[in-house]
């Protein structure tokens, strides 16, 4: 069974609360880019921690059913990207998380704050 959009995102940030992310907010892309429907967007205050996280949410979307589509960062940790398709999980340190503001370049989003 595939999960929507909507329900996909919202996995994806409860398994980066699990390993205890900061600031988990969910942007909705919908009516911004063709490419997908969420962004979410959280951080994390060491490298180490960055890794833990995409890998509990590649964990968490294999269980799932859902496969990711592509990664990017892992190595360097900074910014890793996991792209579900139509939903795209940013997982920063606190420091590039500030430095590249996606949430300003994307500030026309919608917006939630995740709480678990």
Same mark, same amino acid.
């Given at each position: 069974? %595939?999960?929507?959009?909507?329900?996909?995102?919202?996995?994806?940030?409860?398994?980066?609360?699990?390993?205890?992310?900061?600031?988990?907010?969910?942007?909705?892309?919908?009516?911004?880019?063709?490419?997908?429907?969420?962004?979410?967007?959280?951080?994390?205050? %060491?490298?180490?921690?960055?890794?833990?996280?995409?890998?509990?949410?590649?964990?968490?979307?294999?269980?799932?059913?859902?496969?990711?589509?592509?990664?990017?960062?892992?190595?360097?940790?900074?910014?890793?990207?996991?792209?579900?398709?139509?939903?795209?999980?940013?997982?920063?340190?606190?420091?590039?998380?500030?430095?590249?503001?996606?949430?300003?370049?994307?500030?026309?989003?919608? %917006?939630?704050?995740?709480?678990?």
């Amino acid at each position: 069974m %595939t999960l929507t959009s909507q329900k996909k995102s919202q996995l994806i940030a409860k398994a980066a609360s699990d390993k205890k992310a900061l600031d988990i907010m969910i942007m909705n892309m919908h009516d911004l880019t063709t490419t997908t429907d969420y962004f979410i967007v959280c951080s994390a205050t %060491t490298a180490t921690q960055v890794r833990a996280i995409a890998d509990n949410i590649e964990d968490e979307m294999t269980q799932a059913g859902e496969e990711f589509l592509h990664k990017e960062g892992y190595q360097n940790a900074e910014w890793i990207l996991l792209d579900f398709g139509n939903c795209v999980a940013h997982i920063f340190t606190e420091e590039a998380r500030r430095f590249y503001g996606l949430e300003s370049l994307w500030g026309e989003a919608p %917006t939630v704050e995740y709480e678990d």
